[in-house]
């Protein structure tokens, strides 16, 4: 998983580094009201490319290696990389999201979160991707909960993962618990693991696919049934992108669509 046991020090530097790094990313007020696709590239670690209604971000948190993404739009591409880690925890996860990832937030008014999970009342996402060549990677859904409704530093509730598709030796963090799991007309594994201050619940898809149409609260609930999320806490955002382990150059998310209502 993108947060691993392995490197703690890294989640700190991940958090004072996030920074905006876009080629033509526009300020955020700008951003939120413009429709039109921004032509973005970044090669820094931590670069990200606002597009209003969600950010992508290169989030080279295990690695220095040179890496690059670029973006027209709710897409992204990574053109640069070459990562090699044979084992452990992964260089990177370039990916695109809606919500607040470590206090950088796309606008709460489309964002709709953060939200309390027993308030959610749609949570729709839909996906499709190339993750090019070969390599290690997983291309999953990365989503984070609160304890609180804050957006700021280490989420402290719980992270849920949703492995559309892998390749190479990477395995989800923590236990496989359940297998053969029916979520959203698919067959999934599921995963738990505990990190030292939030949960981990992995969902990985047999077989594995390039494109998602999933309505998240299924996940979410089997996650309450399981014990390890609180109806009581908070969604503050939702992601999605390749952790890579080797390989990478070339992989690509061609569309990315998040949206999320609260109950009246």
């Known amino acids: 998983?993108?947060?691993?046991?392995?490197?703690?020090?890294?989640?700190?530097?991940?958090?004072?580094?996030?920074?905006?790094?876009?080629?033509?990313?526009?300020?955020?007020?700008?951003?939120?009201?413009?429709?039109?696709?921004?032509?973005?590239?970044?090669?820094?670690?931590?670069?990200?490319?606002?597009?209003?209604?969600?950010?992508?971000?290169?989030?080279?948190?295990n690695s220095t290696q040179r890496q690059c993404i670029s973006s027209t739009g709710f897409n992204f591409q990574v053109a640069t990389a070459n990562f090699n880690v044979t084992s452990g925890a992964p260089a990177t996860y370039p990916s695109i999201y809606k919500g607040c990832h470590w206090g950088a937030c796309t606008p709460a008014a489309t964002s709709g979160m953060p939200v309390q999970v027993s308030a959610i009342a749609t949570a729709n996402t839909s996906v499709n991707f190339n993750p090019s060549g070969s390599g290690a990677f997983d291309a999953a859904y990365d989503v984070w909960f609160n304890t609180?409704?804050?957006?700021?530093?280490?989420?402290?509730?719980?992270?849920?993962?949703?492995?559309?598709?892998?390749?190479?030796?990477?395995?989800?963090?923590?236990?496989?618990?359940?297998?053969?799991?029916?979520?959203?007309?698919?067959?999934?594994?599921?995963?738990?693991?505990?990190?030292?201050?939030?949960?981990?619940?992995?969902?990985?898809?047999?077989?594995?696919?390039?494109?998602?149409?999933?309505d998240l609260k299924p996940f979410i609930a089997d996650s309450v049934s399981r014990g390890q999320l609180q109806r009581a806490w908070f969604m503050i955002d939702i992601e999605f992108g390749f952790e890579i382990w080797n390989g990478g150059q070339g992989m690509a998310v061609n569309s990315f669509n998040a949206a999320v209502t609260r109950s009246r």
């Open 148 to 214: 609180a409704p804050t957006t700021a530093g280490q989420p402290d509730g719980t992270e849920i993962m949703i492995w559309v598709s892998h390749g190479g030796f990477p395995q989800p963090f923590g236990s496989r618990v359940a297998q053969g799991v029916n979520l959203n007309g698919a067959s999934w594994d599921v995963w738990i693991g505990r990190m030292p201050i939030w949960n981990v619940v992995s969902y990985v898809r047999n077989p594995p696919a390039s494109s998602a149409n999933l």
């Open 1 to 61: 998983m993108r947060m691993s046991a392995m490197n703690i020090t890294a989640l700190a530097l991940l958090g004072a580094s996030l920074t905006a790094c876009g080629v033509s990313a526009p300020d955020d007020a700008d951003a939120a009201e413009s429709s039109q696709a921004i032509t973005g590239s970044t090669c820094a670690q931590f670069g990200t490319i606002n597009q209003g209604d969600y950010i992508i971000q290169a989030d080279e948190w």
